[in-house]
């Protein structure tokens, strides 16, 4: 049995720069292949194989319409990659508190000191 | 003309800036030297104890984090350029699987600018890798600061009023 995908392998999905022009291309809209191939400039295969990576993460979901193949960006696939960036941020954020903080620490001591002679 | 609309895919790159009230020199030391760093470089709550900080291109980056209920997260590296005292660029490397791989590798991109005797600090950060172990433990150690914020509001209650 296929093991569910994760958020890490969305993160993986999101880290190739023409899977993020995609992704952006279908947030205002599902288009079909050729569509994505034209804004993109690539050729067909490439973008399929790069749809196809989404798809697997299930950052993007595929319907047929007559004889077209319509592509949708899954946003709710995206949130756990938000929320990770976020907790990562919230974390450098809490660091750098603790650097301003411990800056001050070591001044203050400087002025304890006082003035060397 | 359409509004542009917000990017779907967050870009793996953070830029966190701040102005440090320190001379540059001050803040370059807090960065490089391991005494210094160790007294600042964990979450609240936790300690950092400092194995090696060989803050020279190609010098080895390993520390461990170690959280109020003893759970060390070990943090491994390399520094890849050191100009005194305005720039530090290194990978460092967290959360390993069973074989010893790092599963999440970040690039951090440290610059500090004079800015009339303060310091203004900018970190840049980008995520080279992301592994399958890596997603979880972020929240791991957001739970051990929640904890140690859980028992700092107990601790608080039990002193209560001064009367």
């Given at each position: 049995?296929?093991?569910?995908?994760?958020?890490?392998?969305a993160f993986n999905a999101v880290a190739e720069p023409r899977r993020r022009q995609i992704l952006d291309l279908?947030?205002?809209?599902?288009?079909?292949?050729?569509?994505?191939?034209?804004?993109?400039?690539?050729?067909?295969?490439?973008?399929?194989?790069?749809?196809?990576v989404l798809r697997a993460v299930g950052l993007v979901t595929v319907r047929g319409a007559g004889q077209r193949?319509?592509?949708?960006?899954?946003?709710?696939?995206?949130?756990?990659?938000?929320?990770?960036?976020?907790?990562?941020?919230?974390?450098?954020?809490?660091?750098?508190?603790?650097?301003?903080?411990?800056?001050?620490?070591?001044?203050?001591?400087?002025?304890?000191?006082?003035?060397?002679? | 003309?359409?509004?542009?609309?917000?990017?779907?895919?967050?870009?793996?790159?953070?830029?966190?800036?701040?102005?440090?009230?320190?001379?540059?020199?001050?803040?370059?030391?807090?960065?490089?030297?391991?005494?210094?760093?160790?007294?600042?470089?964990?979450p609240r709550g936790f300690t950092t104890r400092v194995h090696t900080w060989d803050v020279r291109p190609g010098?080895?980056?390993?520390?461990?984090?170690?959280?109020?209920?003893?759970?060390?997260?070990?943090?491994?590296?390399?520094?890849?350029?050191?100009?005194?005292?305005?720039?530090?660029?290194?990978?460092?490397?967290?959360?390993?699987?069973?074989?010893?791989?790092?599963?999440?590798?970040?690039?951090?991109?440290?610059?500090?600018?004079?800015?009339?005797?303060?310091?203004?600090?900018?970190?840049?950060?980008?995520?080279?890798?992301?592994?399958?172990?890596?997603?979880?433990?972020?929240?791991?150690?957001?739970?051990?600061?929640?904890?140690?914020?859980?028992?700092?509001?107990?601790?608080?209650?039990?002193?209560?009023?001064?009367?």
């Open positions: 049995m296929p093991r569910s995908p994760t958020t890490a392998d279908l947030a205002r809209g599902e288009r079909p292949v050729n569509a994505v191939v034209a804004a993109l400039g690539l050729a067909q295969p490439q973008v399929s194989k790069h749809l196809r193949r319509l592509y949708r960006l899954n946003a709710d696939r995206l949130k756990p990659i938000h929320d990770w960036v976020k907790s990562f941020e919230r974390f450098w954020h809490e660091r750098l508190d603790r650097l301003d903080d411990y800056l001050r620490e070591l001044q203050d001591k400087e002025k304890d000191r006082g003035p060397t002679t | 003309v359409a509004p542009r609309p917000e990017p779907a895919a967050p870009d793996r790159e953070l830029t966190l800036t701040r102005v440090l009230d320190a001379p540059r020199d001050l803040v370059w030391q807090a960065w490089t030297d391991p005494t210094h760093l160790a007294r600042w470089w964990g010098g080895a980056i390993a520390l461990d984090m170690v959280a109020p209920d003893g759970t060390a997260y070990p943090m491994g590296g390399t520094f890849h350029e050191v100009s005194v005292p305005a720039r530090l660029v290194f990978t460092g490397t967290a959360v390993e699987d069973g074989d010893g791989n790092p599963q999440l590798e970040v690039l951090t991109t440290v610059t500090l600018a004079e800015q009339g005797g303060k310091t203004a600090l900018t970190v840049t950060l980008v995520a080279v890798k992301v592994g399958p172990a890596a997603a979880g433990a972020l929240a791991g150690m957001a739970a051990g600061w929640a904890q140690q914020l859980d028992r700092l509001a107990e601790d608080l209650g039990r002193v209560g009023p001064v009367s």
